[in-house]
């Protein structure tokens, strides 16, 4: 049956980095969950099509979340005064434990995925633990909610607790099996599995073999960490010295791009060796600025990234990330460009808002296909965003407004409507 509508309002979108396109009091067209792209008025062949008058509230594409962990939720905002590894030991791997007692795990979940909901993202990448039950009812969570999601059972079987450490490669490895075919006999139509390595640190050769065998026999994406901060990276020289670099020990076991879609959460200390394998396997990076800042990684060189052409969006990284928040993702980026090119390269200048915007739009979304933009072809994700609670003094251009509404963190409680593939969720 054919169905769609028209959304009414200000449309905002950047259909290119360099281009925050504006419509004021245009439209945007939904056939069928697919976008036919936003015009100043409703074409002709369009005109059967209901539409929303949103006023003048801005609507926007959804954003997508390329890299969180949903376990962490539930301590996010503390022990941010820790680096990583010691944040890892003393923070992120206790909470994760508790993961094994499914009502707990069903009461956290169930809070991260509301949380998510409310939210502008529509499209998310997550970690779940080494528990597969735990983390099938939270992909369960996340089918309800109905926002489109990866989900990875997490594997170690070294450098981790006892709790968290599986007994060996074949038994992680046949966890690993067992959730992606209850996955499958479960018939999700927004969420899926996607292979799921914490790091190099956690998962010995055995098991990442495993893995690589697993994601070509099932055809699955692939998630991970990349050169997030230097006492890791050291570690990682030392326990696999026979790679060439950090990504190299993903990727000879087939878990680095290539043949599969590939995401790689902060490449804060990449070389210019792993960059150009990321660019010539068109790898993901997903930068997560909140994290780096929080946990004392770094920062990311993301305009030389971009320059480059790596494929890349943006990951709040919850817990290391003290916010689910997308639009926070998007300042935050902004603001530690800003530092990278005072303190670290005068010649990479600083990402500007439409380039923020796209990160977190268009180009995390190219990650799921064709979404993150109003452009004709692309998955209807779209949020409608009432600003009017944040007083004016004097006229603002659409832009502005917009601009502001991400600094100011409106997301919290200005959005008034939410669709993903052309559903109403909000």
Not at 113 to 120: D, V
Request: aromatic letters at 10%; charged letters at 25%.
């Amino acid at each position: 049956m054919n169905t769609g509508f028209v959304l009414k309002g200000n449309i905002c979108h950047t259909p290119a980095p360099d281009d925050l396109e504006v419509l004021e009091r245009g439209v945007v067209v939904c056939e069928n969950g697919v976008c036919r792209g936003a015009f100043d008025a409703v074409p002709e062949r369009y005109a059967h099509l209901e539409v929303i008058d949103c006023g003048d509230r801005l609507i926007l594409p959804g954003l997508a979340d390329l890299h969180t962990h949903a376990p962490q939720y539930a301590f996010c905002g503390t022990g941010m005064d820790y680096e990583l590894m010691d944040w890892l030991l003393q923070i992120a791997f206790p909470e994760e434990t508790r993961y094994a007692d499914a009502a707990y795990a069903e009461k956290a979940y169930g809070i991260f995925a509301q949380k998510l909901k409310e939210g502008a993202t529509t499209r998310a990448v997550i970690f779940g633990t080494m528990h597969a039950d735990a983390t099938l009812t939270l992909m369960d969570l996340m089918e309800r909610s109905g926002l489109v999601s990866l989900v990875g059972k997490v594997n170690m079987d070294r450098n981790a607790p006892p709790e968290l450490t599986e007994p060996g490669a074949e038994q992680a490895a046949a966890d690993t099996r067992r959730f992606i075919e209850a996955c499958r006999k479960r018939g999700y139509q927004r969420t899926g599995p996607i292979v799921t390595p914490r790091f190099v640190p956690s998962c010995t050769d055995a098991l990442m073999e495993k893995l690589g065998a697993i994601r070509r026999e099932y055809d699955l994406p692939v998630q991970s960490h990349l050169s997030e901060n230097p006492d890791e990276v050291a570690f990682v020289r030392e326990i696999a010295p026979e790679a060439a670099f950090y990504g190299d020990a993903y990727d000879r076991f087939g878990l680095f791009g290539r043949d599969s879609r590939t995401v790689m959460a902060h490449c804060v200390y990449s070389t210019p060796e792993e960059v150009q394998r990321m660019l010539d396997n068109g790898v993901w990076v997903a930068h997560c600025p909140s994290s780096n800042m929080n946990i004392a990684s770094g920062i990311a060189p993301v305009r030389r990234y971009m320059e480059k052409g790596l494929r890349m969006g943006l990951g709040t990284d919850v817990s290391g990330g003290s916010s689910l928040s997308m639009f926070r993702a998007v300042t935050d980026c902004i603001q530690v460009s800003k530092m990278y090119w005072r303190y670290v390269d005068r010649d990479a200048r600083p990402l500007t808002f439409p380039e923020a915007l796209y990160l977190a739009t268009k180009g995390g979304g190219s990650f799921f296909g064709s979404a993150g933009s109003f452009e004709d072809g692309f998955a209807f994700d779209a949020v409608v965003l009432d600003d009017s609670a944040e007083p004016r003094a004097r006229a603002l251009t659409v832009a502005e407004r917009l601009e502001r509404a991400f600094y100011r963190e409106l997301d919290r409680n200005g959005i008034t409507m939410k669709f993903v593939r052309g559903e109403r969720i909000i």
